[in-house]
């Protein structure tokens, strides 16, 4: 079974046209902009001052650069994947840590089943 892709499409402006009317909206007024937002179900609350004062600023997950010693068949298997190599290993690597953390959720789960009884 042929594995699929991702595909990543990246913003480049010399190749995406900017389709936004900007003329028209810098013509909107504030309650236009307002009345605009709350017809619309899926947009998101205009923030106001109040929501600014009880927010919590999260900074952003970072990831960890590692030295990592691997087998040179391993490393070119996933390079001819092409760009985003590293990417994959971490999804690989990503799901191997899910699963065995469920795995060692149901053997602890068990253990203590058979301990009460």
Known sequence: MPVKRERTVR????KHRDRTDGERVARLTDAEIEAAVASD??????????WFRQATWMPPL???GVF???DPDVVAWFKEGG???QTRMN????AHMLAHRKLASRQK???TKRAKA
């Open 41 to 50: 179900p899926d947009a998101a609350p205009i923030l106001t001052e109040a």
């Open 109 to 111: 789960s068990a253990r």
């Open 62 to 64: 970072t990831k960890k």
């Open 83 to 85: 760009a985003g190599y």
């Open 68 to 70: 990592l010693r691997l």
């Open 11 to 14: 913003y480049d402006p010399r």
């Open 91 to 94: 999804a690989v690597l990503r």
